[in-house]
């Protein structure tokens, strides 16, 4: 699989060179298909080394938007730029970010923090984009009126991807600006749409969205839906529909519940169950457990920083 990734995308590049030259539609359009079909991100996903594939997404997002240019209407374009933006903040922007000391590294951070905001907005202009191009008249509609309701009802399964990823996109980036209203004033609909979601795929992606959830709970007030308890109930939802083998779940939990609950034993455990976790079990999940991985190390090797109980030094000494 690994290999005809590899030799699609240097029919795509050769093919991106001739660009100037009028490439042929269906030469276009059968290079996208074949780059955003099922399975095409495993190239990624599966590979062990993040500084590797944190340098090439780059490339490969600036291909697909050279790409989604000549073929604007194509949903798995689409979805899969738009996406790519996502992962690539989280992963190798916002995520380092918040490891980086948040008093002695306060510029640095701040800048990431701002570069990542931009990526998700970029990414969730695309994924809305789509939307509205599968759904005409979807992006203008309330949550709660008749219509809105009516063309959600009409998403099916396949929609899945894109339902999950414009909402991922538009929270994180609201995650880092929470006094951005015009984004905050878009959490009734997204809260619907990530529903309909789970409704049609509770499975999707490796229990992708009950993982969402965990988040989603957590971090809002409860005048916007948030709900502790809710957030529990999707985080051992999570871990027992991928057995326990994703690293993220735990992390997320023990960040966004553990840490406001001054939990540090549930902390320590739920971030050493994570570490525990052999990122070869699943290979489709090799590298976000890696990264799961080390953001877990970084947490407990920075407890003290959310803990202020706790004495400064690595995790080990502490307890």
Request: charge should be negative; charged fraction near 20%.
């Amino acid at each position: 699989m690994k290999k005809n990734a590899i030799f699609i995308t240097l029919v795509c590049t050769i093919l991106l060179a001739f660009a100037s030259c009028s490439i042929n539609k269906m030469a276009i359009n059968a290079v996208s298909n074949a780059l955003t079909g099922e399975g095409s991100a495993d190239v990624f996903t599966s590979d062990s080394d993040p500084e590797l594939v944190g340098a090439a997404i780059p490339f490969a997002i600036k291909m697909y938007e050279t790409l989604l240019d000549k073929n604007p209407n194509h949903q798995g374009l689409m979805l899969t730029t738009g996406s790519m933006f996502v992962m690539y903040a989280n992963a190798f922007v916002q995520g380092p970010a918040e490891m980086l000391d948040p008093i002695d590294d306060f510029d640095e951070r701040t800048e990431a923090f701002k570069r990542a905001r931009l990526l998700y907005l970029r990414g969730h202009t695309i994924l809305n984009t789509a939307m509205e191009k599968r759904m005409p008249g979807f992006s203008a509609a309330r949550a709660g009126d008749e219509g809105f309701s009516a063309m959600l009802a009409r998403f099916t399964k396949a929609d899945v991807p894109l339902l999950y990823w414009t909402v991922a996109s538009g929270l994180a980036a609201f995650s880092l600006d929470v006094f951005d209203f015009s984004l905050g004033a878009s959490i009734p609909r997204w809260s619907a749409i990530i529903a309909r979601a789970y409704e049609l795929a509770p499975d999707f992606n490796n229990g992708a969205i009950d993982e969402f959830y965990i988040l989603f709970y957590a971090a809002l007030p409860e005048i916007l839906g948030g709900n502790k308890a809710l957030a529990e109930v999707h985080f051992l939802r999570v871990v027992e529909r991928t057995g326990g083998l994703t690293a993220g779940p735990f992390v997320s939990f023990a960040q966004a519940v553990n840490v406001p609950a001054q939990d540090y034993d549930a902390f320590k455990a739920n971030l050493q169950r994570a570490l525990e976790i052999d990122v070869d079990e699943d290979p489709s999940m090799r590298l976000v457990n890696i990264l799961a991985q080390r953001k877990a190390r970084n947490l407990l090797d920075h407890a003290y920083r959310y803990f202020p109980f706790l004495p400064y030094g690595g995790w080990e000494d502490n307890y």
